[in-house]
């Protein structure tokens, strides 16, 4: 079957651009992840998703970032006036309850850079 | 403050050996670790995971030790192939579901 996929897997931005970046999640999987790996780093938690509910967003780095799952499956990271600092890989991952010992399946990801 | 460290940033071994990746962590509430593999431009690829209430978990060639006492958990490939170079998150998961990542260990597997 189908993993998580992502698109697109590398979009450049000039600094002050609005960007949007999809997901399509594991079809069937409750559970939806944002994560930023910036470069040299691990992943770090941006949002999390169960159904269309966003249950945390404790980790996005400023009201510039914006998530979404309005139909409880595919889901969008916008970043309005991107920065240079906003240039990292955006990974989205899904499971399928989000809860226990799940596991999360990760996209590709998509490399946002940011002139 | 890093809740998840894995201190040695790289790591080579000879195929056929031991390896053998560290990670230690300061949170003693996180409930399940795992590791996860990851080869450049592909998302990290889930490898083992352990539950906090036991002390090791072994999957073929992996296998993942904790040591919650030493707030400390290792994974072992034994044999090391080439094709498992790559680079290795260790994370662990808090009661928010959330993962928390190291900053890898990246592993080369030489002849």
């Known amino acids: 079957g189908a993993g998580v996929s992502q698109s697109p897997r590398y979009k450049v931005a000039k600094r002050g651009q609005d960007v949007a970046l999809r997901c399509d999640p594991i079809s069937g999987h409750v559970s939806l992840f944002w994560y930023q790996q910036a470069l040299g780093q691990g992943p770090e938690f941006l949002t999390y998703f169960q159904n269309e509910a966003q249950l945390d967003k404790s980790g996005l780095p400023s009201d510039r970032f914006f998530a979404e799952r309005p139909e409880g499956s595919v889901s969008t990271l916008k970043i309005q006036r991107t920065q240079q600092e906003d240039s990292a890989v955006y990974l989205c991952?899904?499971?399928?309850?989000?809860?226990?010992?799940?596991?999360?399946?990760f996209g590709p990801g998509t490399r946002l850079t940011v002139l | 403050d890093q809740q998840v460290k894995q201190n040695s940033p790289s790591l080579s071994v000879q195929e056929g050996r031991i390896s053998i990746l560290n990670c230690d962590y300061t949170n003693s509430m996180f409930d399940y670790f795992l590791w996860y593999k990851k080869y450049p431009a592909e998302g990290p690829t889930f490898l083992i995971s352990?539950?906090?209430?036991?002390d090791k978990n072994e999957d073929g060639r992996f296998t993942v030790f904790l040591n919650k006492s030493a707030k400390h958990l290792s994974l072992h490939i034994v044999p090391s192939q080439p094709g498992d170079s790559a680079v290795y998150f260790c994370?662990?998961?808090?009661?928010?579901?959330?993962?928390?990542f190291g900053t890898g260990t990246r592993l080369q597997v030489f002849p």
């Open positions: 352990i539950s906090s209430i036991k």
């Open positions: 991952a899904s499971s399928l309850t989000g809860t226990g010992s799940d596991t999360q399946y």
């Open positions: 994370a662990a998961r808090d009661n928010t579901d959330k993962l928390i």
